[in-house]
């Protein structure tokens, strides 16, 4: 069986559940350029779609979705481009309180088996 260490119980879980921020891509009209490697495309229907390797052209926006399947579609039907990025303060702050509930809960424990132990 492989030995976790309890730093490694403790990171990654926290890693991988980073707080992240959503931020609007700015997109001036009739022009080309490249969008973050990883955003979300909302439609004026309502609908996202998650695009890799996005780029823009003058009428349309191209890329590729995760599957590996290539998306395109005209500019006038994307409401806007959203990136996600990790806020690093969010993560340190949800990171600390985790910890600081941890501790806290630990410390009710030995306490109430202290109290235990003496009666």
Do not use: Y
């Not at 985790?98 to 306490?111: M, Q, S």
């Amino acid at each position: 069986m492989l030995a976790i260490s309890r730093a490694r119980l403790i990171i990654v879980p926290l890693l991988t559940c980073a707080c992240h921020t959503w931020s609007t891509v700015p997109m001036a009209p009739n022009t080309t350029g490249q969008l973050p490697t990883h955003s979300t495309v909302v439609l004026v229907r309502g609908d996202r779609v998650q695009v890799e390797n996005g780029r823009t052209t003058r009428d349309s926006l191209i890329g590729t979705r995760p599957s590996g399947a290539h998306f395109a579609v005209h500019r006038d039907s994307v409401n806007f481009v959203e990136a996600r990025k990790v806020s690093v303060i969010r993560s340190v702050g949800a990171g600390a309180g985790g910890l600081l509930v941890a501790f806290a809960v630990a410390t009710v424990v030995l306490i109430g088996a202290a109290l235990g132990e003496l009666q």
